[in-house]
């Protein structure tokens, strides 16, 4: 699944190139998770602008003769994003995963999504609903200067499930999944198990520090290769050539030579070093 660092992967890859570009085309394929919620139609002739992101949402605005507002995008399960600066006159025909076509006068955004967990959705602004409502509930970005041990520690307090868990949830902070929730909490030496309540300040300290620096990694190396994440360019990332715990069942910890365990917590599963991560 397409994890925090993958998304921004993605936005940095085409934000810059679709930034001003005019909408000539929109194409749908199959219905993804959610209806696009407005004619696609209108988007022609509207200008692309500015394309951030919010835990893995992307906003993507459009100023378009009669609709005013922006599309909202998630990669869901297995989508990927890609944006061919091939000239339009020649528009490769979608295939039978491509379920949204964006045709601009810079090219073409396409959306691959084989499971259809994805979703691309209108919306008039990004606080207002449909995306303010879909964005509900996120915790902080986890570069937000406001993201410290001391919140961490705050929200993870009143949880009665294991630290892991707490994480996974993402309305504390967000791009804590699986992968990065695991090896944070290596590199924290923290054992998953432990109960979110006691988490102690200074190590809801480390976690935040390692959340943070996890993350800060994965984007530089170009998100993990794990189910074949590519960027908008069709280039694979490289996260996982350095991952501690994750996918190592049974390999030596890289710090001390014990076996990594793999256990499954909320049907996913964790892997850790039982010596280096203590409750
Ligand atoms: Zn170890």
Redesign the pocket.
């Known amino acids: 699944m397409p994890e925090l660092p993958e998304v921004e992967v993605t936005r940095r890859s085409f934000a810059q190139a679709i930034e001003g570009a005019t909408v000539t085309r929109v194409a749908l394929g199959k219905a993804l998770r959610w209806p696009l919620g407005l004619a696609p139609d209108s988007l022609v002739g509207g200008r692309v602008g500015a394309v951030t992101r919010r835990g893995k949402y992307l906003w993507l605005p459009v100023s378009a003769p009669v609709a005013e507002g922006g599309l909202l995008l998630h990669l869901g399960m297995s989508g990927s994003l890609a944006f061919s600066a091939a000239p339009q006159s020649t528009p490769s025909a979608p295939g039978p995963h491509d379920h949204f076509d964006l045709y601009t006068d810079r090219g073409l955004l396409r959306l691959n999504d084989p499971r259809r967990f994805g979703a691309v959705v209108w919306s008039p602004a990004f606080d207002q609903p449909p995306a303010a409502k879909l964005l509900a509930g996120l915790g902080l970005e986890p570069f937000d200067p406001r993201f410290t041990g001391e919140y961490l520690r705050a929200g993870l307090s009143g949880r009665r499930v294991a630290v892991k868990s707490a994480l996974l949830a993402g309305d504390i902070v967000v791009g804590a999944g699986n992968i990065y929730a695991c090896e944070s909490l290596f590199l924290a030496g923290i054992d998953p198990r432990l109960a979110a309540s006691k988490v102690s300040r200074p190590r809801a300290e480390r976690l935040a520090q390692a959340v943070r620096g996890v993350l800060a990694q994965a984007l530089e190396a170009g998100g993990t290769t794990l189910r074949d994440f590519k960027d908008a360019h069709g280039v694979a990332g490289s996260f996982q050539m350095q991952a501690s715990v994750y996918g190592r069942e049974g390999l030596p910890?890289l710090?001390?030579d014990?076996p990594v365990r793999r256990i499954v917590q909320g049907q996913r599963s964790t892997f850790f070093?039982p010596?280096?991560q203590k409750k």
């Open positions: 910890c710090r001390c014990t070093c010596k280096c």
